[in-house]
């Protein structure tokens, strides 16, 4: 169903033609999950129905031309077409690190998303992602499950909570905070792990294991 295609800037030096409002127009002007978000944002009053119903059924998903909240029938379609397209990049992503010899894992984090969804307990947008990751066994941590559970140990309302962590993005207490809830999954995932987490003295005190080839 999805197609890979060459990318559009392929070169620091093309980056300039995102600044070129005709170049932009040219190549956005059929993309249609920016048509959908424009839509469903209030930017743009209409949008081909028939281009969204095309799309429903390749996507296996229903949509309704004849909804009477068009703007929230978008914004599902949107939803479902973003996630089609994230479990083919994950795919791509978890073969390309076998094929080399890498590791992955994979980090979900949607503050104003999935997280306020588990702190008022309610079902989280993006679940689909999350049983597609335990479905085909992908390594991942959860960030906005580390805060659903965080919050719990707070009598703070919600925005109380966010104060006390983010600035918009999160700010040092975050990054903080952050950093420390990841550390032991990173220490269990890294082999041989890292110096201050070794077990035994007698180890090398080199970097073989990290570097390419060793």
């Not at 949008?47 to 229903?62: H, P, S």
């Not at 073969?95 to 894992?105: T, W």
């Not at 947008?125 to 941590?141: A, C, R, S, T």
Request: proline share 5%; glycine share 4%; net charge negative.
């Amino acid at each position: 169903m999805l197609e890979e295609h060459e990318s559009r800037i392929r070169s620091p030096e093309k980056l300039d033609q995102m600044t070129d409002p005709d170049w932009m127009h040219e190549h956005l002007i059929d993309e249609l999950a920016l048509q959908m978000y424009l839509y469903e944002k209030g930017r743009i009053i209409d949008i081909d129905t028939k281009q969204m119903q095309k799309l429903a059924g390749y996507l296996n998903t229903e949509f309704n031309p004849d909804a009477e909240d068009m703007r929230q029938e978008i914004r599902q379609l949107l939803f479902k077409y973003a996630y089609a397209a994230t479990k083919y990049i994950l795919k791509k992503s978890k073969e390309f690190a076998r094929i080399n010899d890498k590791k992955l894992m994979i980090i979900l984090f949607d503050p104003y998303g999935s997280t306020r969804q588990l702190l008022d307990g309610e079902p989280r947008v993006d679940q689909e992602i999350v049983d597609f990751l335990e479905k085909n066994n992908f390594n991942y941590f959860d960030m906005n499950q580390v805060h659903a559970e965080d919050y719990k140990g707070f009598k703070l309302s919600q925005e109380e909570y966010y104060q006390r962590y983010f600035i918009g993005h999160y700010n040092p207490k975050g990054n903080h905070f952050f950093a420390f809830s990841i550390k032991p999954r990173i220490v269990e995932w890294l082999d041989p792990p890292p110096f201050t987490y070794r077990k035994s003295n007698t180890l090398p005190n080199d970097f073989k294991g990290y570097l390419e080839g060793n």
